[in-house]
């Protein structure tokens, strides 16, 4: 495949599933647990002995992410604690074949992902607290590493990429990430690379080899979509409340309507969007985050045609409201549709105006209508101004973004 077709089939993807998962679930409070709570490595790794993976079930998690919408996931294979979900074969003891659960949790998930025709990703940690070389001796930890990299990518079948994180840590270091990513280009040649730059670095470039940039968290932006003469793509992964890991006392969730949204607006610029849940200590999903998912799934199931198609149209547009191309259509993406309906009953929002009008439109249109309802709706086209009236919601219904869908003359 070549490379540019290769990322262009991943930005194809629209939602991806980001899921935190690992010995530090069993303490429920974030992923960095082990390092804000001052263990020690030896208190800490006893967390193995109590690791079951008695919740985790590949094969409906597969299917739950496929029937809500979700193209691909992105599972924690190794998180910064060094504990791993899969077979280091002798790499070191400290993973999920050598604790309780004695199950390869990464086998299960590639494979059920590959039935269900729902695209693996591997996270990879690129920090270690577990391995003493980190600190020690980079040079043999780079080769732990690299070494650990080859196992995922030759005893796992065809994978969708891989997503580092951690280079951030030692930002003068030399992470030699041509060898790394070599390893992979090498057995995983259609392998999507991505390396979280971190909160402090959203939409920064790196290494030739890499085919996306990371935001992660915050809104979406406009990024330049080149790495010198290399197309990229970019995603703007996003939790749902303050951690990625599970942490039940983290009520800070943010709204439905304000995720839907920031997947919206990451469709504007052209990022995926990529969406976490931290499971809980043996695999479960948390019970509001799941309802949350299915949310996000519902609203798929009505609008998901203008996510997975639509392209960037008017890279410029800085309004709320924005459109996306399609095949001989366009989808219009408004925000802040008032309900119809009594003003002692319904709670409206800002109301917008009932006439619309898009600057810099040059494609011909015939008709428009809601995407939810086949609703027609009226509009104008006075040279590059598309002019269009959305009409309100339907009582009992707020999309919190809703998408019409307007068709190309031929």
């Known amino acids: 495949m070549h490379v540019l077709d290769r990322i262009t089939a991943y930005e194809k993807l629209g939602l991806g599933l980001f899921i935190h998962w690992g010995l530090y679930s069993q303490l429920s409070k974030g992923e960095w647990i082990f390092k804000f709570g001052k263990f020690s490595m030896d208190e800490y790794q006893k967390l193995s002995d109590t690791f079951t993976a008695e ?51 990464v086998r299960e998930f590639v494979d059920a992902c590959n039935k269900h025709n729902v695209i693996p990703f591997l996270y990879h940690t690129t920090i270690d607290w577990y391995n003493s070389d980190y600190q020690n001796d980079f040079d043999t930890y780079l080769e732990y590493l690299r070494k650990s990299v080859e196992v995922l990518c030759t ?18 270091a030399e992470w030699h990430e041509n060898e790394l990513y070599g390893i992979i280009r090498k057995y995983q040649p259609n392998a999507i690379i991505i390396n979280n730059t971190g909160l402090s670095h959203r939409g920064e470039k790196g290494n030739i080899e890499l085919d996306a940039v990371t935001l992660e968290q915050g809104c979406p932006e406009l990024v330049k979509n080149f790495n010198g003469d290399k197309y990229i793509a970019s995603e703007l992964c996003l939790t749902m409340n303050d951690h990625w890991g599970v942490s039940l006392s983290d009520f800070n969730y943010k709204s439905p309507c304000e995720i839907i949204e920031v997947l919206c607006g990451s469709r504007k610029y052209g990022s995926n969007f990529l969406l976490n849940t931290g499971f809980e200590a043996q695999g479960k999903m948390p019970e509001i985050q799941r309802a949350y998912l299915n949310i ?20 410029e547009n800085t309004t709320k409201n924005f459109i996306l191309k399609g095949e001989g259509c366009l989808y219009i993406f408004a925000y802040n549709i008032t309900i119809d309906g009594s003003e002692n009953v319904t709670v409206n929002v800002e109301e917008m105006p009932d006439e619309y009008v898009f600057e810099n439109v040059k494609d011909k249109i015939s008709e428009v209508y809601w995407m ?13 101004n598309f002019m269009v009236n959305f009409t309100k919601n339907e009582y009992g219904t707020n999309y919190c973004v809703r998408v019409a869908k307007a068709i190309l003359d031929k």
């Open 372 to 384: 939810d309802n086949n609703e027609p709706l009226k509009f104008e086209q006075d040279g590059e």
């Open 296 to 315: 996000v799934g519902r609203w798929m199931k009505i609008f998901g045609e203008a996510i997975y198609f639509g392209r960037p149209y008017i890279r």
């Open 55 to 105: 919740d985790f079930d590949a094969d409906a998690l597969a299917c739950f992410a496929k029937e809500n919408g979700f193209k691909y996931i992105v599972l924690t294979t190794r998180h910064h604690d060094g504990f791993s979900l899969y077979d280091t074969c002798g790499l070191c003891d400290f993973d999920s074949p050598h604790s309780r659960a004695n199950r390869d949790i």
């Open 155 to 172: 005893n796992y079948g065809k994978l969708g990429g891989f997503w580092f994180d951690g280079c951030w840590d030692k930002p003068n």
